[in-house]
């Protein structure tokens, strides 16, 4: 019994390092949808702004989903470049409406990004950029948890064994002391008592 109760801690901290890592691999897997264009609303050029996480200028996965519709027509060009600081192409694509659009997945850094989407006449786009911020710096998460998680082991474990060193033992206050003395064999009063009360006593003379 006082084996188990021994390793009990040890394996609630395992079972939390596991919830803990379990809950930062959904977080750091999960995705930040930004709409680019809708089939109510399609604009040629849009712009996004790609935030650093942390201050740091670390790339993060991304992916876009794009469909081309047009509802009275047949024939049209469609396409998408996505440019990064109107400068360095990141991507691009042209077709015909009809034509497979291909899926973009990849890595974008930090900055301003512009999307602009080549359409006709008649033709719209339903355009989603889709960013995991976090995925980016996983495994330093992983890490940083779990050495947070062992640090509070031993520190819980710490005060624990402090805690039990120091503990006194509590005396209650309305404890009252006996006013009678605690008599011992061989006390001479506890004697002298037994010599009192025997009922063999010498006759008088």
């Known amino acids: 019994m006082a084996e188990r109760i021994r390793w009990r801690n040890p394996a609630m901290w395992l079972v939390a390092l596991l919830v803990v890592n379990s809950v930062w691999n959904a977080v750091a897997s999960q995705e930040a949808p930004n709409e680019v264009n809708s089939p109510s609303q399609t604009e040629t050029y849009r712009e996004i702004v790609i935030a650093p996480v942390a201050e740091l200028d670390r790339a993060m996965p991304a992916r876009m989903e794009v469909s081309f519709s047009a509802p009275n027509t047949d024939s049209g060009a469609i396409g998408y470049i996505i440019l990064l600081n109107n400068e360095t192409k990141v991507v691009e694509w042209r077709g015909n409406l009809g034509d497979e659009v291909p899926q973009w997945s990849g890595t974008l850094e930090p900055g301003t990004y512009t999307i602009e989407t080549v359409v006709d006449e008649g033709i719209v786009a339903q355009q989603e950029l889709f960013i995991r911020p976090f995925e980016a710096y996983q495994l330093e998460g992983h890490i940083m948890l779990s050495l947070l998680l062992v640090f509070l082991a031993f520190t819980e474990q710490g005060i624990r064994a402090l805690a039990k060193k120091y503990q006194q033992p509590e ?35």
């Open 171 to 205: 005396v209650s206050d309305n404890q009252e002391l006996s006013p009678f003395k605690k008599m011992q064999s061989g006390d001479p009063d506890l004697e002298h008592v037994y010599n009192q009360d025997s009922p063999w006593r010498e006759p008088l003379r």
